[in-house]
């Protein structure tokens, strides 16, 4: 039995993952926490993440952009208070699929409390939002794809990022006329 004791404060580390491998990681890591009895050293496991939405041949779909590809962070207790690596779960950690290492490797540095609040305050800020997968620019010729206006084209006047709305200029009956709109009911006209 070890004689280690816990340093008593938890901290968040960045873990390197393999492309495409946070979400697994991520599960795995949730799964087997209290499987193999972590609980009373890893504490969160987090991958940023947001949720993005696209419309193709006029259908909306949804996927997930991660805010940190290749990483996933991990609140946990990774020290004993001598400042010695607590065996147990750095082996757990490193013995996850998908995850290549601390970062840091074999001396994990814990990140700045102020790195961690400004990843968390992101997470936070899209939770319940959808976002585009493209971003509009003022002025930029778009067809509407969706609703009573489908088909016309038109400028972007406004756009409103928060609400995923934009205002743009159609012509109609040879007045431009604005129109608001959600981001996924205009695609980019494209010059052949």
């Keep these: 039995?070890?004689?280690?004791?816990?340093?008593?404060?938890a901290q968040w580390f960045a873990i390197q993952t393999y492309s495409n491998q946070e979400a697994k990681a991520k599960r795995y890591l949730d799964k087997f926490i209290p499987i193999e009895?972590?609980?009373?050293?890893?504490?969160e496991v987090l991958m940023p993440a947001e949720t993005v939405?696209?419309?193709?041949?006029?259908?909306?779909?949804?996927?997930?952009?991660k805010f940190y590809p290749g990483y996933v962070f991990i609140k946990m207790h990774l020290f004993d208070d001598q400042g010695k690596i607590l065996q147990k779960p750095w082996y757990f950690v490193r013995g996850t699929q998908g995850v290549i290492n601390f970062v840091g490797g074999d001396r994990p540095v814990a990140l700045?409390?102020?790195?961690?609040?400004?990843?968390?305050?992101?997470?936070?800020?899209?939770?319940?939002?959808?976002?585009?997968?493209?971003?509009?620019n003022l002025g930029e010729e778009v067809k509407i794809t969706d609703g009573p206006f489908m088909?016309?084209?038109g400028s972007i006047d406004e756009v409103d990022a928060d609400r995923g709305k934009l205002k743009v200029s159609v012509s109609i009956f040879g007045r431009q006329t604005p129109v608001e709109l959600e981001f996924w009911q205009i695609e980019r006209v494209t010059e052949s």
């Design 1 to 9: 039995m070890s004689t280690q004791t816990i340093n008593t404060e």
């Design 112 to 136: 700045k409390k102020d790195e961690i609040e400004r990843i968390i305050n992101q997470v936070k800020e899209a939770e319940g939002k959808e976002v585009p997968s493209v971003r509009f």
């Design 151 to 153: 088909n016309l084209t």
């Design 37 to 43: 009895e972590m609980e009373d050293y890893i504490f």
């Design 53 to 65: 939405t696209d419309v193709k041949a006029g259908k909306k779909t949804q996927k997930t952009r």
